[in-house]
Structure formats: structure tokens, C-alpha cells
């Protein structure tokens, strides 16, 4: 099983990211994706969720209306599109994938920096 993350960077306040999460080694499909960010001295906190249809997604309250969630089956790929950054989305995104079962997998992360 491999999940792989891509997209991070440092971007100033304002600007936008995208990232990618690569699957392989596992039916992507069954899975739902999730996208969650640890900040230092913090606690690693759930981002944004879609369901394995992809027809469900849920954001947390920090980033709703800023953050956007999708997933491409036919590239096993789920994407986070980031806007309206802000210095206190700084934190390393993990990504996660996870099924009925309640199987967790989980990348290794990519580090997001949002400063001037």
C-alpha cells in the first residue's frame, strides 16, 4: 500500500495550493479519502473527507469555503485544492484513506508553509 502527497510549498497568505495524493496496492475506489494537518506542538486534526462514491464530503470549520476536496478514481488520485491561505493552515498534510472496515492507511506527508 502506498499513498504519496505532493503540492506543498511555502506560499504567502493569500495564495493558493493544490495538493495530490497518489494510491496505489489497494482498490481506491472501496476508500474513503481523507486529507488531515498536524501543526507544531499540535495535534494531527481532520481537514477535509470524501466518501468513497465521492459523492459526500465534509470540511472542518477552519477551512470551509476555502478548502476544496475531490478525488479522480480513474488515477487513484485525491486532491485538495487550498485558497485564501492563511499562516495558521502552516502544518504538515497527511493523507489518509480509509474503508468500511475502518483499515486506515496513511501517507507520509507533505509540508505546507504560509508566511510572508
Known amino acids: 500500500v502506498q499513498l504519496v502527497e505532493s503540492g506543498g510549498g511555502l506560499v504567502q497568505p493569500g495564495g493558493s495550493l493544490r495538493l495530490s495524493c497518489a494510491a496505489s496496492r489497494f482498490t481506491f475506489s472501496s476508500y474513503a479519502m481523507n486529507w488531515y494537518r498536524q501543526a507544531p506542538g499540535k495535534e494531527r486534526e481532520l481537514v477535509a473527507g470524501?466518501?468513497?462514491?465521492?459523492?459526500?464530503?465534509n470540511y472542518a470549520a477552519s477551512v470551509k469555503g476555502r478548502f476544496t476536496i475531490s478525488r479522480d478514481d480513474a488515477k487513484n488520485t485525491v486532491y485538495l485544492q487550498m485558497n485564501s491561505l492563511k499562516p495558521e493552515d502552516t502544518a504538515v498534510y497527511y493523507c489518509n484513506a480509509r474503508n468500511f472496515f475502518d483499515v486506515n492507511y496513511w501517507g507520509t506527508g507533505t509540508r505546507v508553509t504560509v508566511s510572508s
Open positions: 470524501i466518501s468513497s462514491s465521492g459523492g459526500s464530503t
